[in-house]
């Protein structure tokens, strides 16, 4: 899965206006133009896939940086905040993850729920091997599968 094909599916899941995703990278940080948004929220073109619309890729700082400004918008600044938090590079299915829960409150219940929702079945061990920090002896890399399936369920929970 690639970046912009998640927040494409986020934006979807959490029924977000492009005036919104505007509004949210400006929380983390980042300067997009309104004119940007909607080629943001185009999916990548195969190589091979002539007369398809140009797209801005988004690069994985970028996307971190939405998912802090998603936390920002729904949860509000932190008291004392001095501005957005620094990138942290690690994988990004697994940084989607954490920024996810926090953002949207979510417990460990909550999203072994979602990934059922989604017909997919994870164990609380699995979940807390991906909440792992890399570098971790039980740290794991959570899948683009898994990623797609706990979009769905984001999806199937938010939106009637």
Do not use: C
């Amino acid at each position: 899965m690639d970046n912009n094909d998640i927040l494409i599916r986020l934006r979807y899941a959490l029924d977000l206006k492009n005036s919104d995703v505007k509004e949210i990278f400006a929380l983390g940080g980042e300067k997009v133009d309104a004119l940007d948004v909607p080629l943001i929220l185009t999916k990548t073109p195969e190589p091979d896939d002539e007369g398809a619309e140009a797209n801005i890729p988004l690069a994985n700082d970028q996307l971190e940086r939405f998912l802090n400004g998603l936390i920002t918008f729904n949860r509000g600044p932190k008291p004392g905040d001095s501005g957005p938090p620094e990138v942290s590079g690690e994988h990004v299915n697994n940084l989607v993850l954490k920024k996810l829960r926090i953002a949207l409150e979510l417990t460990s219940e909550d999203l072994l729920d979602l990934w059922k929702l989604a017909g997919i079945n994870v164990s609380k061990g699995e979940l807390g091997a991906f909440l792992r920090k890399e570098g971790h002896k039980n740290y794991k890399e959570l899948g683009d599968q898994l990623m797609r399936n706990l979009l769905k369920g984001i999806t199937l929970n938010y939106r009637p």
